[in-house]
C-alpha cells in the first residue's frame, strides 16, 4: 500500500510524460522532498517502468 501522493498531480503527471517520452527520468530534490515517493505512484501500472533509488552519496574513501 502505497502513502497518498496529495498535491503532486501535476508533478506525477510530468514524470509519467517523461517516461513516456523518454527511457530514463532523473528526479532530483532536497532530502525528504518526497522524491522516491513521486518515483513509486509515477511508475505503478506503467508498463516499461523501473526505478532506482540511490540512497547515498559516494565518499572519497568509497572512490578511492
Known amino acids: ?12 503527471d510530468r514524470v509519467r510524460s517523461l ?9 532530483t530534490g532536497a532530502p525528504g522532498c ?3 515517493l513521486v518515483a513509486r505512484h509515477a ?4 508498463p516499461r517502468a523501473v526505478w532506482v533509488a ?5 565518499t572519497l ?3 578511492s
Request: proline share 6%; charged share 15%; glycine share 12%.
Open 19 to 27: 517516461l513516456d517520452a523518454g527511457r530514463w527520468v532523473t528526479i
Open 43 to 46: 511508475t505503478v501500472g506503467h
Open 61 to 63: 574513501a568509497a572512490v
Open 1 to 12: 500500500v502505497l502513502t497518498p501522493c496529495v498535491g503532486r498531480e501535476s508533478t506525477l
Open 34 to 36: 518526497g522524491k522516491t
Open 54 to 58: 540511490a540512497h547515498r552519496q559516494p
